[in-house]
């Protein structure tokens, strides 16, 4: 049918515009041909059985009994789809899915009546809840866990009395035991502790059953930290809040760790009797650093190695190494700060992907790289580490960049060696180095050999693409039957593109995309704002399903759906996590 109906728009659009007029005929499809044939034809309307039906007369409905209808009416789906999104600033996949059926769409309602934060509630919805749903039968309406209990458990979320992870725990334990998320923490004893007063009180006591370990922190050896919040956590039965574990006693011992991650690049590198840069050892770099005498001693400092390479030379095991290297450091808690050097070719994209999953570090973690390794002439490694670890020593938590003396936002990154400053951001209205997270739980928590398979199927699903003149919608699609599921799509200035009928531009594949659930994440070739609103083009791709990112670099935009992409369980889930934020890079 699809083939048949493309095929009589291209035919009978000829026909007019030769100036002819199409024939009201019976055709057939011809499928060794891909065409259509004439069968036969009609001489006028009757021939199709055009006539009133006799035993229906005349209806002339008058104003009176039009009112009547329209007060019986419930609200439509539409309708309520379109309330959803302006109401609650919900995405059109998520008003689809809770619009699809009365019942959801009743029980979401009435959990935002009960306290129920409207995007998180619909985000569960239509993921940890619908999974259960799917492996029990049940129908939602009908399960234990009624609005009443979604909206508690939601508030409790928020409230910081339990974490993401303890909340899948709740919502199963609710199909399960039929109880109410409270008294389910009650019995488990699941609930955080949040009170600093109260963790004062734990700190105090594991410091003093270990005053050896508290002397050795303080005469500079940091090594016994990690033992210490261990300790806390076990005095605690693990119900203590991590992060305010390990701030307060850092904060009690006066001490900051400083722990450099070496990532490659040429900042650690060294130079070839060739002239070439080569990866080098990050303890030689730090050594030079401290024989200056230029950062105060209550720093110490940590090396660890994450890889030997050079900036262009990273795969999906580099990042998952990486990134699992900076989870172990941050849950461990013995580090105020992370350097982590790097190259500059791919920085931008590294930069963004640890902002993304890391988006309120507990300490800050800064990135550092430099054109040139030290001892070459003109380098400016040394001084650009020096400023990385004062900031990573003074600065609130957060993602940063250092380049050139300056201080830089993760995201929006652009590397662009020939500029008088290297680096710059992007439609950046202020510094960004915090957001709100993608996810309500930290999304790793896994072995490296899972973390890369994931970020490999994600890579392998994406790709970027650039909108140029002459571009042929059908090499579009062949890359969609090949198994790319997300393009980042590069479009002119603030959101155009050819989308005239022809072979040469995006419409067939936008449609193509419809058909084989593919989505294009629009950004800007030229730094514009994409908001699809300023031209017909744009416009009609975003009636095509085209998403604009808003400012995002398309660096960015790709590490951004990279990440949603690995770690979301559905794709609506996927473009909801995507759309969140975007009209402003920092949120």
């Not at 059953?209 to 693990?238: C, Q, W, Y």
């Not at 461990?332 to 590294?350: E, F, M, N, P, W």
């Not at 599921?485 to 593109?497: H, K, M």
Request: glycine content about 6%; overall charge negative; some cysteine.
């Amino acid at each position: 049918m699809r083939k048949a109906v493309s095929f009589e728009i291209e035919r009978q659009t000829e026909i007019l515009e030769r100036g002819g007029s199409v024939t009201s005929e019976t055709r057939l499809w011809n499928e060794n041909r891909d065409v259509t044939e004439s069968m036969r034809t009609k001489e006028s309307s009757s021939d199709y059985r055009y006539f009133p039906e006799p035993d229906l007369p005349p209806f002339a409905p008058d104003a009176a009994f039009l009112r009547s209808v329209e007060q019986s009416l419930v609200e439509l789906p539409e309708a309520r789809k379109r309330r959803f999104m302006e109401s609650f600033q919900l995405s059109e996949d998520q008003a689809d899915f809770l619009c699809e059926e009365k019942a959801t769409a009743d029980y979401y309602e009435k959990a935002i009546e009960l306290g129920a934060e409207p995007r998180s509630a619909a985000l569960w919805l239509a993921s940890d809840v619908k999974k259960l749903l799917n492996r029990t039968g049940a129908a939602l309406e009908d399960s234990p866990l009624t609005p009443a209990r979604l909206a508690e458990m939601l508030t409790l979320l928020a409230q910081k009395k339990i974490h993401g992870r303890i909340a899948k725990s709740v919502v199963e334990a609710v199909f399960t035991e039929n109880k109410d998320p409270g008294e389910i923490i009650s019995e488990k004893g699941w609930e955080q502790i949040t009170d600093p007063d109260v963790l004062e009180g734990y700190i105090e006591k594991v410091m003093a059953a270990h005053p050896a370990a508290v002397s050795s922190i303080r005469s500079g050896d940091n090594k016994p930290t990690t033992f210490l919040i261990g300790e806390i956590m076990r005095e605690t039965s693990g119900r203590a809040e991590p992060a305010l574990v390990q701030s307060l006693v850092k904060k009690k011992l006066a001490v900051s760790v400083i722990q450099i991650l070496a990532f490659g690049g040429a900042i650690v590198g060294t130079e070839s009797e060739q002239g070439e840069v080569v990866p080098g050892d990050p303890a030689e770099l730090v050594s030079l650093l401290e024989a200056e005498g230029t950062l105060p001693r209550t720093i110490a400092f940590e090396e660890g190695e994450l890889g030997r390479i050079l900036s262009e030379e990273i795969t999906p095991l580099d990042w998952a190494r990486l990134l699992l290297g900076l989870d172990e450091r941050l849950r461990g808690g013995r580090a105020s700060g992370i350097v982590v050097t790097h190259g500059t070719d791919t920085l931008a994209y590294t930069a963004s992907l640890v902002f993304w999953l890391f988006p309120r570090p507990p300490v800050p973690i800064v990135f550092a790289a430099s054109l040139q390794p030290a001892g070459r002439a003109g380098s400016d490694a040394i001084p650009t580490l020096r400023k990385a670890i004062q900031v990573a020593a003074g600065s609130p938590p957060g993602v940063y960049v250092v380049f050139g003396g300056r201080v830089l936002s993760p995201v929006n990154l652009k590397f662009e060696r020939m500029a008088p400053d290297g680096f710059r951001n992007w439609n950046m209205s202020r510094p960004c180095h915090t957001g709100a997270p993608l996810f309500d739980e930290p999304a790793l928590g896994m072995d490296r050999e899972s973390l890369k398979s994931r970020l490999e199927a994600a890579i392998n699903s994406t790709l970027i693409l650039r909108v140029y003149p002459g571009m042929r919608a059908d090499h579009i699609i062949d890359l969609m039957d090949r198994g790319v599921r997300n393009f980042v799509l590069e479009l002119y200035d603030t959101g155009t593109a050819n989308l005239r009928d022809s072979p040469y531009s995006l419409r067939r594949a936008l449609l193509a995309a419809r058909e084989k659930d593919v989505r294009f994440f629009c950004t800007s070739q030229q730094e514009g704002i994409v908001d699809l609103s300023r031209y017909a083009a744009a416009h009609e791709l975003w009636r095509e399903g085209a998403i604009p990112m808003g400012p995002l670099a398309t660096e960015s935009a790709w590490t951004k759906l990279v990440v949603c992409s690995a770690f979301s369980d559905t794709p609506e889930e996927m473009r909801a996590r995507m759309e969140q934020g975007n009209a402003d890079a920092c949120l």
